[in-house]
Structure formats: C-alpha cells, structure tokens
C-alpha cells in the first residue's frame, strides 16, 4: 500500500464587496475594455474596511471542513498561502487555528506569492507522507487590494481578495497513478528575476510598499515555464497531457491561461476559469478556481488535475492530482 495525501474537501470565500472594470474609469486613465482585453478580468471583490485576510481564510477554511464533513478536532496542521499576512507576527494560520477553535496541531504561513497555494499543497502533502499529519488544512488567503498603488493603471486593475481551501488527508493508495490524491508535485524558483514582480517595502526595510510589475515581461516568463512545469510534473507520475481532465491554472490573465493550454496541446474546455469573476488572487486563486469548478459540476471525484502558478520571485510549479 501506498501513503496518498487526497482532498476531501473544498471552500471559498469572496469578500462581498464586487467592484466592475468600469469603476476604475473614473480615477485612472483605462476602460473596461482595455481590461477586458489584455487581462480577461471583468470584476474583483475587495475586502471591507477591517476585514483581514485570516478573515477570508477563516470563512474559506470552514466551507472546505464543511465540505469534507470533519471537525476541527480531526485537523493536525493548517499550512496558510499568503503574502498578506495581518500582522507581522503571530501568522495569520495560527490566527485561523484560534478563530476555528483548534488548540492542537500546528499551523503556519507560507509565502512564495502567486505559487503560494502550489508550495503549500507540495509541503502539506510531504507533511502527510512522511506520517508528521493526516488531516491538513491547506488554505490560500490574500488582501492584495491592501498592497496596490491606486495611481498605477498597469497594476491595481489586475488583482483582487479572496480565500480558498482545502482538506487534504491520508488515505491508502496502490501506488499507481489511478490512485486518489497528489501524484506528483514540481516546484521551482529563480531569484534573478526578483525586480520582474515585487512589493518596495517591507518590514526589513521601512513601509509596507505597494506592488511594482513589469506585467510583459512576467507575461513572457509565465507561458513557457507554466507549461514546462506541468510537463514535468505530468512526467513524474507518468502521465501524459492526454490524461489530464482539468488544468486548474493560476488566474493572472486569460491570455497566459490559454497560451499555457495551447503549448501543452490542450483545449480550453479542459480548463476551469474564473479570471473573469476574480481577478489576480494571487495564492488563493487555485483554491478559489477548485471550489468553483467543484460547484459548476465541473470537477467530479476521480478526474485527473494539474494545478500550474507563477508569481514573484520569480516562483513557480505544479502539482497534478487526481481528486
Ligand atoms: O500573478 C503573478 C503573475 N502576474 C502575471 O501573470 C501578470 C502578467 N502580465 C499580464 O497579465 C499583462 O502583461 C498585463 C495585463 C499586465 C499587461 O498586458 P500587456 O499586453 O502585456 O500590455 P503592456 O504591459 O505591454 O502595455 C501595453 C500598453 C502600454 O502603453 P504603451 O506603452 O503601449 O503606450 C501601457 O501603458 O497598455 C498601457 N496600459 C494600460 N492602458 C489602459 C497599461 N495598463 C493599462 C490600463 N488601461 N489599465
């Protein structure tokens, strides 16, 4: 038998705050259809004054509890994806561990931005497989609109907040890749391209900072290290871009997610998008897209799944699973 780590359970949470394209014609120099166009967002939610991103975690984290129908005292670990933690320190898991009520186990943050949910998966499953967990929260939680520099067009249309997540628990496999749960994962990072997609403050230096992006360049980068990634991954279970039933994509711009589709050979009917309704969540993306194409119907008990991201640092990877 073989030790799987599979998601049993999956949940989001939108802060209620909707904000169209169309509002940020009244302050910035852009329109709707420029958005529109070169990113495939139409609308983001924001979070409300107040409102942190443990707080989203938090809602998410029982939706996926929910979901799975365990209780938090069958959760050993909570790994939490962010870049926008709500304080420096304690991490903002260990603020979900104590909203949720768990006061055993473990919990911390993870931080490799846009990949952040893709490292947490990989780290969770690594927890579940070397036998440290059997039931892991795995969440993707951000307040990105807390980082944006409003005056930047190139930038502040593009992201939004939001949280994802899921349970991820030990099961016995036969080892083959028709066995529920990770797969396989793939993980990388170059720090060369740091100045590509990064915040100019921080707590080593003097203010929080706003996000700076050469979106082109980062655009550049994402296809062709998106697809390589979920190669490569595909590779490491054996499998082939023939037996994938969902490319869940990190939601930066419909033009990435449908390049990436293209160079790996697949249709964009095999690929669940939710960049239109989202925007840039930057970690909680995949777990957002995961719950939603869950909801739509359109993620069912035993397809095959690559999940790919990209973001700062540069970082990126891919996890595939079968759920
Ligand atoms: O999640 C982490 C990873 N991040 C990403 O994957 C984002 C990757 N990049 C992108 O999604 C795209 O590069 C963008 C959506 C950011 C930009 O699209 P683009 O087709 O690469 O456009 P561009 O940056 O080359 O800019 C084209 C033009 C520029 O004007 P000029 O220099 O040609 O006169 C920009 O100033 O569009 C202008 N522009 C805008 N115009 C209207 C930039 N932002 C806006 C805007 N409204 N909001």
Redesign the pocket.
């Known amino acids: 038998m073989t030790r799987r780590a599979v998601i049993t359970g999956v949940g989001h949470y939108l802060p209620e705050r909707v904000v169209e394209n169309a509002e ?1 014609e009244a302050s ?4 709707d259809e ?2 529109r166009s ?2 495939g967002i139409e609308r983001r939610h924001f979070a409300a004054e107040g409102e942190t991103t443990s707080d989203l975690a938090t809602h998410a984290a029982r939706a996926a509890l929910n979901d799975a129908g365990c209780e938090v005292e069958d959760i050993d670990a909570i790994v939490l994806a962010t870049s926008t933690a709500d304080l420096t320190f304690p991490s903002a898991a260990t603020m979900v561990q104590s909203a949720l009520g768990m006061t055993r186990g473990f919990a911390f943050d993870l931080q490799a ?2 990949a952040g949910f893709v490292y947490a998966l990989s780290n969770a499953n690594a927890l579940i497989l070397s036998g440290q967990a059997n039931r892991v929260l795995v969440i993707g939680a951000e307040t990105f609109s807390r980082i944006m520099d409003w005056t930047d ?3 502040c ?2 992201f939004g907040d939001g949280a994802g997540a899921v349970v991820l628990e030990a099961q016995e496999g036969t080892g083959s890749s028709e066995d529920r749960g990770l797969l396989s994962t793939d993980l990388n990072s170059d720090g060369r391209y740091k100045d590509l ?1 990064y915040v100019d403050g921080g707590v080593s230096t003097e203010n929080t900072g706003f996000l700076r ?1 050469q ?2 360049q ?2 550049r980068h ?1 296809v062709e290290k998106l697809a390589s990634t979920a190669t490569t991954a595909l590779e490491k279970a054996e499998l082939t871009a023939d037996d994938v039933d969902w490319i869940v994509p ?1 939601q ?2 419909i ?2 997610i449908q390049g990436t589709a293209k160079k790996m050979g697949l249709s964009m009917d095999k690929v669940v998008v939710t960049v239109q309704d989202h925007g ?1 969540t ?1 970690a909680a ?1 995949i777990p957002l897209a995961l719950s939603v194409g869950k909801q739509r119907g359109q993620i069912k008990q035993g397809d095959l799944i690559v999940a790919e ?4 640092g540069l970082a990126w990877g891919a996890v595939v699973l079968r759920w």
Request: with cysteine; charged share 10%.
């Open positions: 940020f910035l120099e852009t329109t420029w958005i070169r990113s931005v846009c067009r190139s930038t249309v593009l997609l992006m979106g082109n980062v655009f994402a990190h930066a711009n033009r990435i840039n930057s993306s991201a990209i973001g700062g």
